[in-house]
């Protein structure tokens, strides 16, 4: 399977020069790859999201949005729907992240609801799920976990199920520099692929992708995809400084090799 490696570049880029600069650093640094066999997709806001997928023509490079609404349009001041960011060249969707859970409130029904509108309008969701820090130390992180998935696939068309990619992000290890074993990923992608087998059979569950997010760094990428047998990362500020950020790409890029 095809590794996936997903750069979340969040409420960053603040002017145009900005992301000018960012996106000419990313086609240099790109070019300096001796191959590149890894799936990248890059999410900036969504103001900047045309100008990406104008610039982004490489090979395996796509561009995703960071959130959608679940109306596809209307009356809902300041939303962004999923057809609109569709339309201007996106690819993926990153849902239920831990900062829209943790800001924004956002529970299971809300992302089941962004998820089922990503799949009609045929945009790959990349679907956070992940425990506390207190849920960890309680011994509940397969429970949390199971619960999550659980409500965030409700009424999905069996149909859709492998369009889904699922991405492991314990919310204690974002932005923490704490991350978890390499044993402990692995425990929740076995628990996540054991999940998706009783519900839907091997055969589709195996095409299911399932990243580990959570202060992600060249460094440790060994640790939280590699050991684990992962089929990708989600990373975060390490994706606003392209060199450091296709490093991680090089490191996997020479892995497959």
Known sequence: ??????????????????????????????????????EIVLCPPFVHLEKFAEKLKMKNVFVGAQNIFWEDRGSYTGEVSSLMVKNV???????????????????????????????????????????????????????????????????????????IVFAYEPIWAVGSDVIPTGD??????????????????????EKVKILYGGSVNSKNINQVCLDPQMDGVLVGRESLIPNEFLKIVEILNNHIA
């Not at 997903?6 to 001796?34: H, P, W």
């Not at 692929?193 to 519900?199: D, N, Q, S, T």
Request: with cysteine; net charge positive; proline share 1%.
């Open 1 to 38: 399977m095809q590794k996936l490696v997903v750069g979340n570049l969040k409420m960053n880029l603040l002017t145009i020069a900005e992301r000018d600069c960012y996106l000419e650093a990313f086609q240099r640094d790109f070019e300096k790859l001796s191959k590149n066999s890894v």
């Open 89 to 163: 060249g996106s690819k993926y969707v990153i849902l239920g992240h831990s900062e829209r859970r943790k800001y924004f409130a956002e529970n299971g029904e809300v992302v089941n609801a962004k998820l089922k509108a990503a799949l009609q309008d045929n945009l790959i969701p990349i679907v956070c799920v992940g425990e506390s820090q207190i849920e960890r130390n309680d011994g509940e992180t397969a429970k949390v976990i199971v619960q999550q998935i659980d409500q965030r696939l409700k009424d999905v068309p069996i149909s859709k199920i492998s369009e």
């Open 184 to 205: 402990n990923i692995l425990e929740v992608k076995i628990t996540i692929r054991k999940m998706l087998v009783e519900k839907y059979g091997s055969s589709l569950a």
